[in-house]
C-alpha cells in the first residue's frame, strides 16, 4: 500500500540525505567566502578606509618648515559603540611643513575582542587635502582585546601651501566597530594544495 510507513521511509530517507548535501555545501560555501572577501579588500582597499598617503613620509623629510605662521590644530573624538575614545590632547599649535606627533587613547569596554575602524574628518573640508599624515591607526582596522587600552598616534605635516586663510584646523576620529570582522579574523584560512 503507497500510504504505510514501510513505503514512505525510502523517500524521507532519500529527502533527508539531500537535506544534509545542501546544509554542507552551505558550509562550504560560507568558508570559501571568507579567503575571497579577504582578497576583494585587499585588492579594492575596502578594509582601509582612509588610504595611505605613501608620499607623505617623503614629503615631511623634503619640505620647508614655515615659521611665519601658525595653525591651531584640534582634535576631536566620537565613539559609536563601547568604546572609551579621546585624545590625549585637545589642541596643537604647528608651523606649516613641521612634522607633529599626537596621540589617541582607546580602552575596548567589551568583555570580548573587537575590531574597529577610525574614520577621519576634517574642518574646515578644504583643509583635507594639505593635512599629510605619514603615520596613523586610521590607516587599517585595529583589534582590541576585551578590556584592553591603547595608545595611537597620529604623525602629520600641514602643507605649507595651505591657503593663509586657514587658522584653525580641527581633526575629528569616529572609531567603530566593524561588524563581523572578528568572525573573519579567527576563521581558518584555506591553504592552496597546489602551492
Same mark, same amino acid.
Given at each position: 500500500m503507497p500510504g504505510t510507513p514501510d513505503a514512505a521511509a525510502p523517500k524521507r530517507a532519500r529527502q533527508l540525505s539531500i537535506l544534509a548535501v545542501v546544509i554542507v555545501a552551505m558550509f562550504a560555501f560560507g568558508y570559501a567566502l571568507i579567503p575571497v572577501y579577504r582578497a576583494i579588500c585587499r585588492v579594492t582597499g575596502i578594509n582601509n578606509a582612509t588610504p595611505l598617503d605613501e608620499s607623505a613620509a617623503a614629503f615631511a623629510k623634503s619640505t620647508q618648515v614655515d615659521l611665519s605662521r601658525s =595653525? &591651531? +590644530?584640534?582634535? *576631536?573624538? !566620537?565613539? $559609536?559603540?563601547?568604546?572609551?575614545?579621546?585624545? /590625549?590632547? !585637545?589642541? +596643537?599649535?604647528?608651523?606649516?611643513? %613641521? /612634522?607633529? &606627533?599626537?596621540?589617541? *587613547? #582607546? &580602552? !575596548?569596554? %567589551?568583555? $570580548?575582542?573587537?575590531?574597529?575602524q577610525a574614520i577621519p574628518s576634517y574642518a574646515p573640508q578644504a583643509a583635507m587635502p594639505f593635512f599629510r599624515k605619514v603615520e596613523c591607526f586610521c590607516f587599517q582596522q585595529q583589534t /582590541?582585546?576585551?578590556?584592553? &587600552? $591603547?595608545?595611537?598616534? #597620529?604623525?602629520?605635516? =600641514? *602643507?605649507?601651501k595651505i591657503p593663509k586663510d586657514v587658522a584653525t584646523i580641527t581633526l575629528s576620529y569616529t572609531f567603530f566597530e566593524v561588524p563581523g570582522a572578528a568572525a573573519l579574523n579567527s576563521a581558518p584560512a584555506v591553504v592552496n594544495a597546489h602551492g
Open positions: =595653525i &591651531t +590644530v584640534q582634535f *576631536d573624538a !566620537n565613539a $559609536r559603540g563601547p568604546w572609551q575614545f579621546k585624545p /590625549l590632547q !585637545n589642541e +596643537v599649535s604647528v608651523h606649516p611643513g %613641521e /612634522l607633529t &606627533t599626537v596621540k589617541y *587613547d #582607546v &580602552t !575596548n569596554q %567589551e568583555s $570580548r575582542a573587537m575590531q574597529a /582590541l582585546k576585551a578590556h584592553e &587600552t $591603547r595608545e595611537f598616534p #597620529v604623525v602629520f605635516v =600641514i *602643507d605649507p
